[in-house]
T-cell receptor, first 108, second 115 residues
């Protein structure tokens, strides 16, 4: 069965500091991993996905199949990064399985 | 483009009642998925519909049902409501199924409170 684990419910960093949000997954097939973000009073939106291998708003995430991880990283956190972040796994059926989320707070 | 729209935004029901939630996908999107998000948890998959057919079902009881209409809009129905059904119900639409480029776009959700 598939599973997505985000070990940190809350994460606080100072502005300008590096940030890493952890995500580990369990899936027997070939995984597709996503990071979704929800800013205050906004709907859930896609931040990035591993197949794109792109940087969005300074965030990057690398799929590590050996460690079954897809950690989200940013070298210098900004106040506008404060939000709820969800890691999600898509199975072949196109369904998304989400982790429990990490609330990131960037302290000015 | 209005994005994915859901109605109503909030709903209060009592135990045992029935509820219908509605979703209109982004224009041109043929697939609709429903998720339940309980406070403090991530969204949990309930149903997926594509071209009016059920293509996936999560681990939810038969009290939950859904359908998709010819215009690709969708309804989620929940019968015999329980207190534990209180949650934010999210609808997501995507253009197709199975494509590597397929992305799910989410609505703002319907907040259901069961008293």
């Amino acid at each position: 069965a598939q599973r997505v684990t985000q070990p940190e419910k809350l994460l606080s960093v100072f502005k300008g500091a590096p940030v890493e949000l952890k995500c580990n997954y369990s899936y027997s097939g070939s995984p597709e991993l996503f990071w979704y973000v929800q800013y205050s009073r906004q709907r859930l939106q896609l931040l990035l996905r591993h197949i794109s291998r792109e940087s969005i708003k300074g965030f990057t995430a690398d799929l590590n199949k050996g460690e079954t991880s897809f950690h989200l990283k940013k070298p210098f956190a900004q106040e506008e990064d404060s939000a709820m972040y969800y890691c999600a796994l898509r199975t072949g059926a196109n369904n998304l399985f989400f982790g429990t989320g990490t609330r990131l707070t960037v302290i000015p | 483009d209005a994005g994915v729209t859901q109605s109503p935004t909030h709903l209060i029901k009592t135990r045992g009642q029935h509820v219908t939630l509605r979703c209109s996908p982004i224009s041109g999107h043929k697939s609709v998925s429903w998720y339940q998000q309980v406070l403090g948890q991530g969204p949990q998959f309930i149903f997926q519909y594509y071209e009016k057919e059920e293509r996936g079902r999560g681990n939810f009881p038969d009290r939950f049902s859904a359908r998709q209409f010819p215009n690709y809009s969708s309804e989620l129905n929940v019968n015999a409501l329980l207190l534990g059904d209180s949650a934010l119900y999210l609808c997501a639409s995507s253009p197709e199924l199975g494509s590597a480029k397929n992305i799910q776009y989410f609505g703002a959700g319907t907040r259901l409170s069961v008293l």
